[in-house]
């Protein structure tokens, strides 16, 4: 998977967002796919109009691992700029970050229907919870 920096440098040579659409969509085409049994409630997005499942791995090293999956191309491109942005990153990088900020800086929410902004808050907002309970779990083991 590629780098969220990546990704961004790539937007800055496509000049029109028809082009940047295609990209975010190939980009959708590189995720590993899901089991059937990981595409559960459980594991459901809810506030997305699509249907978009995160699955997260066990920690490893203090750090959040996750994979996901939609069944809209535009909206698995996201998962996977999702991906790209938070996994991998330590449970308190993942509170820490802004994505708005990093969202900006391609200008991807402003061409985003207001179905798949909220898909997308909704997605940044699980994948926190997550990081938190992760980060409370281990500071209480860690007593």
Known sequence: MESFETIAGDFAFLDEWEERYKYIIDLGR????????ERNETNKVQG????????????????LYFR??????????????????????????IIDLDPQEKFAEIDLTAHLTPQRANGLSSMVARIKREAKARLEASAAAEG
């Open 48 to 63: 997305c109009a699509s249907q978009v499942w995160l699955v997260f791995d066990p920690p490893r090293n203090g750090r």
């Open 30 to 37: 590189h995720l590993a796919p899901l089991s059937d049994e």
């Open 68 to 93: 996901g999956d939609s069944d809209a191309h535009i909206v698995k491109g996201l998962v996977a700029m999702m991906t790209a942005l938070f996994s991998g990153k330590t449970f308190q990088d």
